[in-house]
């Protein structure tokens, strides 16, 4: 046998080698690389309801929590975005202006924080017709025309505090609640 010889036997069986050693065991493929995040959130929806907002999004198993993110003014980051962290769907998000909310979702896994979800929107309503109805037009008269002067939120709340008129039994009304009476009565002239 002559040098030559040896090297083609020995580089066949090192093709050989490297053929078997290609196809052994996980059937040729090599192993897919991990994502160094978790993906970002899927299915984010924002519902509107009185003074709410629902969000939901569909759970992803390895996260490890949430982030949402909301604003009421385009453009929404993570750079200027709320943050509310560890969050759970479906999500109440309490507000009190009737107004559109934007949102997204980030899935948060061992710390790290992934992509964005694509972005939700949705108006919330408030009760501030019915509120007054309730509580101030027995007194002042039809939304149209309220018979007081002070439309502001602090004008409101010192009435209340000084029993104006018998006005104190409203002490129960929430800063909510007054904010959203504020909301619909006409302006002032
Ligand atoms: C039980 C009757 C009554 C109810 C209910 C009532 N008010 Fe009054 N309110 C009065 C009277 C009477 C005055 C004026 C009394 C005074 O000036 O001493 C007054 C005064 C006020 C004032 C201050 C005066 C002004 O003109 O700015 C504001 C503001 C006001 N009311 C808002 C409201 C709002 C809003 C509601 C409902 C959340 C409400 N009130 C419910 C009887 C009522």
């Known amino acids: 046998m002559n040098i030559q010889r040896i090297k083609i036997a020995a580089t066949a069986l090192l093709s050989a080698l490297l053929l078997l050693a290609g196809c052994g065991g996980g059937g040729g493929t090599p192993a ?15 519902t509107g309801g009185t003074n709410q907002v629902t969000l939901a999004w569909n759970p992803i198993n390895e996260a490890d929590s949430y982030t949402i993110y909301w604003s009421s003014t385009l453009p929404l980051t993570k750079a200027n975005g709320t943050r509310i962290e560890g969050a759970v769907s479906p999500y109440l998000h309490s507000v009190t202006v009737s107004q559109t909310y934007y949102y997204f979702v980030t899935a948060v896994k061992n710390g790290v924080e992934s992509e964005p979800s694509a972005q939700a929107s949705t108006v ?8 007054y109805a309730t ?11 309220p018979t007081f002067h002070d439309r502001t939120f602090a004008g409101i709340k010192a009435a ?30």
């Open 135 to 145: 509580n101030c037009s027995g007194c002042h008269g039809p939304l149209a025309a």
């Open 32 to 46: 897919p690389t991990q994502p160094p995040t978790v993906a970002a959130p899927t299915g984010v929806t924002a």
């Open 124 to 131: 919330s309503a408030h009760n501030g017709e019915a509120l």
């Open 160 to 189: 209340i505090a000084a029993n104006r008129g018998g006005m104190g039994v409203l002490s129960s009304l929430t800063d909510t609640e007054i904010a959203n009476i504020v909301l619909v009565l006409p302006n002032h002239h």
